[in-house]
Each structure stands twice: as C-alpha cells, then as structure tokens.
C-alpha cells in the first residue's frame, strides 16, 4: 500500500506542480488574507501574537481547501476515478497518496505564509521554535487526514468546494485551536502551556486517522 501511495502522491505533485498553476491559486489566496489583515492594524502597531497564528492558519486552511478540489478534480475531469478504485491496490492507498500529495503541497504554502506573516503582522520567533515545528507537523497531518477523507465526498458536487469547507471547519476546531495556541507561543515567546496543546493535536491525529482508514473506501468508492 505504502508503494502505491507514494506513486499517487508522485503523480499528482508532476501534474500540479508540472505548470506552476495548481498552487498559485492557493498560495495567492492564502498571502491575500495575510495582507488584508495586516492592514487592520493601526500604523506602529503589532498584531497580537495570538491572533497573528489564527491568520496564519486561516490563511493555511483556505489554501489546503483549494489543494484538495485541485488533487481530487485530476482524477474527476478525466474520468478516471473508477479506474484508481478497481485498481489492484487497497484503496486506502489513494486515501494516502492524495494525504501525502496535499502535505508536501501545504508545507510549500506554508514555507511562503511564515515569512509573510512575520513581515506583515510584525511578528518572529522568540522561542519554542522545536515545538513550533512539532505542532505544525501535528497540525498539518491532522489537516490533510481530514481534507484527504472529506474531498472524495466533496468531489462529484456543483458547489464541492463550499461543501468541502462546511464539513471540514467545523471538524477542525480543536487542531486547528492546538495550532494557534503553539504559533502564538512561538511568537511571543512563552511556551508553558504548549505541552498540552501538542497532546491534543496527537490525540486528533490519532482518531481521525484511524476513521478515514475504517471509512474511506465507503467514501470514495460508496457510488461505483
């Protein structure tokens, strides 16, 4: 299974980073909300670090949102869909390649909304910086679980991208709270209370990647 994943996820990062067009759009969108935002703060002014890891991660979940429609609509616009379920793989091991696929994505949006967020919200890094990169590893495997398992059912649909956003948010409350507490404490440099925090994101990651194992193939080849 493992080897199938990491074709799934190689072919679809050679077809969406093959034109340079499949992350613009979430990479634009993503430093957008950063911009906009920054621009609610008075001259001279910091934003506070707290609500600099939200935009942050506001900024991440929009652009994963986008990822996903991109990664599942290469299979949908050329029909090929039924082909990867009766392939002679578990099909979990689509569920894995596109998680793999969506990650590596989000870690290059990402490496652009750091910097930008440091630039305009005036924020840095003043400590905890290895738990910072823990709790962004949790944080975004949580994520991509989700997206993974959420964006099959999304696919199919005319407004998929307004249904994959309903159901995923609200599912990703409590990573995506551990997320901001983490950051937050990068940046204003107080880590006491991470260690729980990255418990919570651990547990999260534990359970929903134990159901997108269980409900995937129900997901993603329920209709065929």
């Excluded at 418990?199 to 194992?213: E, I, K, P, Q, S």
Aim: overall charge neutral.
């Amino acid at each position: 299974m493992i080897r199938a994943a990491l074709t799934i996820a190689r072919k679809d990062l050679r077809l969406v980073l093959g034109g340079g067009v499949g992350l613009a759009q979430p990479v634009l969108l993503g430093l957008l909300l950063i911009f906009v935002f920054s621009l609610s703060r008075p001259p001279g002014e910091l934003v506070p670090a707290q609500a600099a890891a939200g935009i942050f991660w506001l900024a991440s979940l929009f652009a994963m949102v986008l990822v996903f429609n991109t990664l599942y609509a290469l299979e949908e616009q050329a029909g090929a869909r039924l082909a990867l379920v009766l392939a002679p793989v578990p099909v979990h091991a689509v569920w894995l390649g596109k998680a793999l696929a969506g990650l590596a994505l989000l870690l290059i949006a990402q490496a652009v909304f750091f910097p930008a967020a440091v630039a305009f919200l005036g924020q840095g890094v003043r400590g905890g910086a290895g738990q910072a990169l823990l709790g962004l590893a949790l944080a975004d495997w949580g994520v991509v679980v989700l997206g993974a398992l959420l964006g099959a059912l999304a696919q199919g649909q005319a407004t998929r991208e307004s249904l994959l956003t309903l159901l995923l948010f609200p599912l990703l409350v409590p990573l995506l709270l551990a997320g901001i507490k983490i950051f937050a404490a990068c940046f204003a440099g107080d880590g006491a209370e991470v260690s729980a925090w990255l418990g919570l994101a651990g547990a999260f990651d534990a359970l929903f990647t134990g159901a997108a194992l269980i409900l995937f193939p129900f997901v993603y080849g329920g209709e065929e």
